[in-house]
C-alpha cells in the first residue's frame, strides 16, 4: 500500500495490480479492518469513471491481461451496488464475448499472438469470467470456461512430468513452437502458478453440479501431484520447473508462492486432499524464510521475482531455457508480492481448519424469507444471505465459519427431523414478520419439536433475533421457552448516527465466550428473560443481553439483534474501537466447540 498508491496519479490498470488488489481483498476478509477496503476501492475509483470506462484500457488489444482488474470491480459492485461499477463489468463481458479464439475454442492470449494460448491467460481472464457468470446467472458459460482450462491442459501436459508447458500454438507456426506439437520449450514455472490458482480460485464459483466439474478437480490433482513432485528440498520451486540442478537457474519467489496458494486452499476447500497441506506450509516457511527482509525503515520487502516472462514479440523471446534466466530477477515485483499476501492468507485460514472439520452450519431462510428486486430487474433472496456482500449479507459471517472448516448451506425449507439432521449448527435470524415478507412463515409446533429434538441430540442452536417492531416474538418465544429463554418485547441502545458510543457494550474480562473481544456495537437489543436451564452469557447494565442453554447434549445460543452482519463485521463503517469482527471469531470458535464430539 505504501509501494503503490491508490491515487489517480500513480493507479494502473495492469494484471499486476490486480494480483495485489485480490491479496488485500483476502486481508480485509481476514481482518475486518476497512483500510484494506478502502485501499481497493480508492484504487479502482482512480481508473473507473463515472460511465464506467476504464484509464488506459483498449478493447482493441484483446489482451486476456487486461480482464484480470475486473474482479475488484466485481467485488466492489457486490458490496457498494454503484451502477458505473456494473457499466465497467459490461466492457469487460463484451471483450470476452468478443475475445478471438483459436479453432478449438480457447481465447487467445492477446489479439497479437495469434492462434495461442498461455497459461497465463487462465488466471487473467477465465477467473474474472467464472465470477460473473456466478453473480448474473449466467449459467451457459460454465460449458465454455471447463473447456478453456480442459483443451490447454490437454495440448500442454507433459505425461511424463505432469507439469505444463507455458504455452501453446495451435498452428504450430510460431518460431518459439514445436512444429509437431506446437509447445513452448519449458515448464516456465510461474505459468503453471497462474494457471494452478486460477483452477482453485474458479472452483469456488463452478456450480456443484455442472457435468465437468470434477474434470477440473480431477486436472487440479493432476497438477499439485507434479507441483509436489518438484518441489525443492528446502520447499520451494525453481524457475525452469524440472532443471534444477542445471547451471543458472534458481528458486524463484513469485512461483513459490502461487504454488503455496494454490495447495493451500486446495486443501482447504476439499479440492485436495489434506496430505497437501504439509507441501504448502514447508513451501511458505521457505518463501519467508529466503525472500522475505524487512528494511531499515521496517518496509517489509519480497526478493526472488523474476519481472516478466513471455514469448515472441520485439525482441523476440524464443521461450529457450537461456531466456527464462535471461530475464530480470527483481524486489517487489507486484505479481510476486501479490501472491505472497495470498498465499499468507491461505496459510492462516489453515490454522483453525481441522476445530470444525466435516462440521456444517444451516442458515434459515425460511422463517427469513425476505426478497427484493436486484439492479438487473431480477427477484432475489436477501438479507443476511451467505454470499450477500452488501451491509445486509453474512459473508464475513460466513467467512469466518469457513475458517474454521465448518461448511455453510442454507435450509429454504421448513426444518423437519430429516433436514437438520445435515447440520450441526442451525442458524434462525430475525424470523420474517408481514411488513417485510406478506407471506411471512411461523415457527408452528411441528418444527418447535423437529428443533427441541435435534437439540437435545446435539445440535447447536443458534437465534439472533431483533427489537419490537422489527421481530416476530410470540412464535419465536414459544421455541425458545423449551430452553428456558424469552424474548423481551423492548428495545435498547437506540442509535443516531454517528452517536456510536449509545449502541457500545463493553465485555468483561473473562467472558465464557468473547475471549478476545472486549467492546462490540449491538444497537437495538431485544433484552431476555432466563430461567433454568437457561441463564445470561452476557449481562450489562442489568439487562441479559445473551443468553445460553445446555438442553440434553446440544446447545443453544440467543440474543435480541442480529449484529454478525457485514455493516457491522467489515469494518466499513464503525469506529476502530469496536471489535464485531473479532467477536464474530470468538463466536464461531465457541459455537464449534459445543458440537459434540462423535
Not at 7 to 20: F, I, L, N, P, Q
Not at 463 to 492: C, P, Y
Request: aromatic letters at 12%; charged letters at 25%; proline letters at 4%.
Amino acid at each position: 500500500m505504501k509501494l503503490w498508491k491508490d491515487s489517480t496519479a500513480t493507479a494502473r490498470w495492469t494484471y499486476d495490480e490486480g494480483v495485489v488488489l485480490k491479496g488485500i481483498e483476502g486481508v480485509w476478509q481476514q481482518t475486518g479492518d476497512k483500510k484494506y477496503f478502502n485501499y481497493i476501492h480508492n484504487y479502482i475509483d482512480a481508473l473507473v469513471g463515472p460511465d464506467g470506462t476504464i484509464k488506459g484500457y483498449k478493447k482493441e488489444d484483446y489482451s486476456l491481461d487486461n480482464v484480470l482488474c475486473g474482479r475488484s470491480v466485481l467485488m466492489l459492485y457486490n458490496v457498494l451496488g454503484k451502477e458505473n461499477y456494473y457499466k465497467t463489468l459490461q466492457i469487460l463481458r463484451g471483450q470476452l464475448k468478443d475475445q478471438p479464439r483459436v479453432p478449438e475454442g480457447g481465447f487467445f492470449h492477446k489479439n497479437k499472438y495469434t492462434n495461442q494460448m498461455w497459461l497465463d491467460g487462465l488466471y487473467m481472464g477465465d477467473v474474472f469470467y467464472t465470477e460473473y457468470a456466478a453473480n448474473f446467472n449466467e449459467t451457459k458459460d460454465f460449458d465454455d470456461i471447463a473447456n478453456q482450462f480442459i483443451l490447454i491442459e490437454q495440448h500442454t501436459r507433459d505425461s511424463k512430468t505432469g507439469l505444463l508447458y507455458h504455452a501453446w500454438d495451435e498452428s504450430h507456426k510460431e518460431k518459439w513452437a514445436d512444429p509437431k506439437t506446437g509447445l513452448s520449450a519449458n515448464f516456465w514455472a510461474r505459468a503453471d502458478g497462474w494457471y494452478a490458482m486460477a483452477l482453485v480460485d474458479v472452483l469456488d464459483k463452478f456450480p456443484l453440479n455442472h457435468p465437468k466439474r470434477p474434470e477440473l478437480v480431477a486436472i487440479l490433482n493432476r497438477l499439485a501431484t507434479a507441483i509436489q513432485q518438484y518441489q525443492a528440498p528446502d520447499g520451494l520451486w525453481y524457475e525452469v520447473m524440472d532443471k534444477a540442478k542445471e547451471k543458472g537457474n534458481y528458486e524463484e519467489a513469485s512461483a513459490s508462492c502461487m504454488f503455496v496458494y494454490a495447495l493451500a486452499k486446495g486443501v482447504r476447500q476439499s479440492y485436495l486432499p489434506a496430505s497437501f497441506a504439509p507441501a504448502a506450509q514447508k513451501g511458505y516457511r521457505a518463501i519467508v524464510n529466503k525472500f522475505i527482509e524487512t528494511d531499515a525503515n521496517g518496509q517489509v520487502n519480497l526478493n526472488g521475482t523474476v519481472s516478466v516472462g513471455g514469448l515472441g514479440g520485439n525482441p523476440y523471446r524464443d521461450g529457450s531455457y537461456a531466456y527464462y534466466l535471461s530475464e530480470k530477477v527483481v524486489q517487489n515485483d507486484p505479481k510476486g508480492v501479490g501472491a505472497f499476501i495470498q498465499a499468507s492468507v491461505e496459510i492462516e485460514r489453515l490454522a483453525h481448519l481441522t476445530e470444525g472439520a466435516a462440521k456444517t452450519v444451516l442458515l434459515d431462510s425460511y422463517f427469513n424469507d425476505e426478497h427484493k428486486k436486484n439492479s438487473l430487474g431480477n427477484t432475489i433472496s436477501y438479507h443476511y444471505k451467505w454470499d450477500e456482500m452488501d451491509n445486509d449479507g453474512f459473508s464475513f459471517f460466513g467467512h469466518v465459519f469457513n475458517n474454521y472448516g465448518v461448511k455453510t448451506n442454507t435450509l429454504y425449507e421448513a426444518p423437519t427431523a430429516a433436514n437438520l439432521k445435515k447440520a450441526n449448527i442451525y442458524l434462525i435470524v430475525d424470523p420474517d414478520i408481514p411488513k417485510e415478507n406478506p407471506n411471512a412463515k411461523y415457527i408452528e409446533e411441528p418444527h418447535i419439536k423437529a428443533i427441541s429434538d435435534w437439540v437435545r441430540d446435539g445440535g447447536v442452536l443458534v437465534v439472533l433475533n431483533n427489537d419490537t417492531g422489527n421481530a416476530e416474538f410470540a412464535h419465536l418465544n414459544n421455541l425458545l421457552t423449551k430452553f428456558g429463554i424469552k424474548f423481551n418485547l423492548d428495545s435498547r441502545n437506540h442509535v443516531t448516527t454517528p452517536h456510536f458510543e449509545t449502541g457500545a457494550i463493553n465485555i468483561p474480562p473473562g467472558n465464557e465466550i468473547f475471549k478476545t473481544a472486549k467492546k462490540v456495537y449491538i444497537k437495538e437489543i431485544a433484552t431476555l428473560a432466563v430461567t433454568p436451564p437457561a441463564r445470561s452469557a452476557l449481562t450489562d447494565k442489568g439487562d441479559v443481553i445473551i443468553a445460553v442453554a445446555k438442553y440434553g447434549k446440544g446447545t443453544v445460543f440467543a440474543v435480541g439483534d442480529p449484529w454478525f452482519y457485514n455493516e457491522y463485521t467489515d469494518g466499513r463503517k464503525l469506529p476502530d474501537d469496536y471489535q464485531n469482527f473479532a467477536a464474530a471469531n470468538d463466536l464461531v470458535s465457541w459455537l464449534v466447540a459445543q458440537v459434540p464430539q462423535k
